[in-house]
Structure formats: structure tokens, C-alpha cells
């Protein structure tokens, strides 16, 4: 079953505005992960945040983690067209983790 | 380091044949994990290694699909027999322990 539920599904933004996609989980977790995938490749990591953790930052990119509404969010700010993608959360424990379905997120030019 | 390979890329088969997936890991990590994806059930979890040792083969969908890990670095998912529903891409991974998983390019599977 599916730990992670992204939110929206997809998304539509003009480059330079900011994206927000949200994640809700479903039980405890060590940590929590953001990945990117482009078309046709495989997964990238982007950023994890640990439990204890409320926030965290790299480049662009700003992940906060509520784990009392067992929920994240992942903000690009300044979207470029190269950010055209799918985002996954994923959430478990230092091993094991579960991915959700993701959010297709599209730069329109 | 080359990242993780997998091979093949791409595999068309018919229905009925085995089929043979194969990773190979990053260096010096000590986890390796197996995922298939579709556009209907998303990314799954398939099994995961630790240092070579299977520790969670329960989204292993049936008794056709099997993996092993003989070594460090090396790993094979087997479909035996294949199905038309076992069309997927199927992507291997690896980590650290606590670490981001690393994934592989994938193989797209296509079961005729």
C-alpha cells in the first residue's frame, strides 16, 4: 500500500512562479524524502528531512515536515522550465521507504 | 563511481518466457532495493536487500517473480513465467543505511 499521498496531482505554472506540492503520510517515520523524476529516467534524490526536523532548505528548494498532521511540503521557488517533472515523497524509516504516486508538475513557458 | 547499472534497458518478450533483470549496485553500499513502476499503481517496493541478505520480499506480487543477491554487487529479479500484466518499468536501487536511495535508469518491460 502506498505510505505517501502527493497533493496535487498535477500542476501547471508560468516559470519564475513558485511550486508548492504537498505530501501526506500514513504512519511514524525516521525521515522523510523528496525525488525527482523526469521522463523516460529514473529517480533523483532532492532532499531529506529528518523527524526531528521542521524545515529544511537546499538552493531552491524548501521542504518543511508537520509530523503531528504526519504531512510535508515541498516549495521550488523561481521555477524554471527545467524543473518540468514528476515529485515523489517517500517516508519510512533508515531503510525501507514508500513512495507516493507523485505530482507532475509542468513549466509553461 | 558509474552509478547504478541496470541491463537491459528495454525487453520485449512473449508471454510465457523467463525473463532476467539485472543491477549492479553502487560500491560500498550495503542496501539494494528492487521497484517496479506503473502508471496505474505507481512506484512499488518489490524487495530490499541488506548486505546481500533478503529482508522484505512482501511486494513480491506472486511466486513468478523471484530475486537474489549473490554478492556485493550484483543482483537479478526473474519473472518465470512472464504475463502481459508484468509490463512495467522496473527499476533497482541503492543506499546507505538512512541514506537517499540512488536509482537506476530502469528496464521497461513489455510482456506481448
Known amino acids: 500500500s502506498q505510505q505517501g499521498e502527493e497533493d496535487p496531482q498535477a500542476l501547471s505554472i508560468q516559470e519564475g512562479e513558485n511550486a508548492t506540492m504537498n505530501c501526506s503520510y500514513k504512519t511514524s517515520i525516521n525521515n522523510l524524502q523528496w525525488y525527482r523524476q523526469n521522463s523516460g529516467r529514473g529517480l533523483v534524490h532532492l532532499i531529506l528531512i529528518r523527524s526531528n526536523e521542521r524545515e529544511k532548505h537546499s538552493g531552491r528548494l524548501r521542504v518543511t515536515l508537520d509530523t503531528s498532521k504526519k504531512s510535508s511540503s515541498l516549495l521550488i521557488t523561481a521555477s524554471r522550465a527545467a524543473d518540468t517533472a514528476s515529485y515523489f515523497c517517500a517516508s519510512g524509516g533508515d531503510d525501507k521507504i514508500i513512495f507516493g504516486k507523485g505530482t507532475r508538475l509542468h513549466i509553461l513557458p | ?112
Open chain 2, 1 to 112: 563511481d558509474a552509478g547504478v547499472i541496470q541491463s537491459p534497458r528495454h525487453e520485449v518478450t512473449e508471454m510465457g518466457q523467463e525473463v532476467t533483470l539485472r543491477c549492479k549496485p553502487i560500491s560500498g553500499h550495503d542496501y539494494l532495493f528492487w521497484y517496479r513502476q506503473t502508471m496505474m499503481r505507481g512506484l512499488e517496493l518489490l524487495i530490499y536487500f541488506n548486505n546481500n541478505v533478503p529482508i522484505d520480499d512482501s511486494g513480491m506480487p506472486e511466486d513468478r517473480f523471484s530475486a537474489k543477491m549473490p554478492n556485493a554487487s550484483f543482483s537479478t529479479l526473474k519473472i518465470q513465467p512472464s504475463e502481459p500484466r508484468d509490463s512495467a518499468v522496473y527499476f533497482c536501487a541503492s543506499s546507505s543505511t538512512g541514506g537517499e536511495q540512488f536509482f537506476g535508469p530502469g528496464t521497461r518491460l513489455t510482456v506481448l
